[in-house]
């Protein structure tokens, strides 16, 4: 069946140090982004990427980077420039054929930094 | 005035009780989707749908396009069903519009 995988469910890493998430499709989605959810809070847009080798800041880039070189994979870099990394990051693909119309969501990993 | 309205924004219910969670919203959309996020879980994604109802199990949604309203409704509800429920419609461009979810705990 065709998903979204999101690794590690959940990951821990010491303030300073860069991590990376990691997010592989294989709906063969066009679309994909990257959403980050603090406690009590609404998801927020990081970046989306319409097309392989194109991506676009969304509303909270600042301390995050990004690259889509293939059209499964889109990981998400949370650099040691982001102030408040300890959150929830979900990543999801869209489609708009109607083979793959619609969202699909991965389950989330959640990141401590400590 | 935000985009997505959820109601409640927290329910309480004893285990068995009928469930309705209700989204409204002021864009013209082309879905909507219902996510489920247990405490410290990650997200399922419960349906999406641009009109009519759509069930599965003991979950049933349903939408209105011309009202622009959707609900959620949980039967025979279980303390496994405790979770924030969010109502994320997907406007005429392909964009999520995320509602503030609904915070729902199912006592035994």
């Known amino acids: 069946d065709g998903g979204i995988t999101q690794s590690p469910k959940y990951l821990f890493r010491k303030e300073g140090q860069n991590v990376t998430l990691s997010c592989e499709q294989n709906?063969?989605?066009?679309?994909m982004y990257w959403y980050r959810q603090d406690p009590g809070q609404g998801l927020r847009l990081i970046y989306y990427s319409q097309i392989v080798n194109d991506f676009q800041k969304g509303d909270i880039a600042e301390g995050y980077s990004v690259s889509r070189e293939k059209k499964e994979s889109f990981p998400l870099t949370v650099t040691s420039a982001q102030k408040n990394p300890t959150a929830f990051y979900l990543c999801?693909?869209?489609?708009?054929?109607?083979?793959?119309?619609?969202?699909?969501f991965g389950s989330g990993t959640r990141l401590t930094v400590v | 005035k935000n985009e997505v309205e959820q109601s409640p924004q927290n329910l309480t219910a004893q285990e068995g009780e009928f469930i309705t969670i209700n989204c409204s919203y002021s864009v013209g959309i082309s879905a909507l989707h219902w996510l489920q996020q247990h405490p410290g879980g990650g997200i399922v994604s419960l349906f999406m749908l641009s009109s009519g109802k759509k069930k599965h199990g003991r979950l049933i949604a349903t939408i209105n396009i011309q009202e622009k309203h959707s609900s959620l409704h949980i039967t025979a509800s279980h303390p496994r069903d405790s979770a924030v429920y969010i109502c994320v419609p997907m406007d005429s461009n392909y964009q999520l519009i995320w509602g503030a979810g609904t915070k729902l705990i199912i006592k035994p």
């Open positions: 709906l063969n989605h066009d679309a």
């Open positions: 999801a693909s869209s489609g708009r054929t109607l083979e793959n119309y619609g969202y699909t």
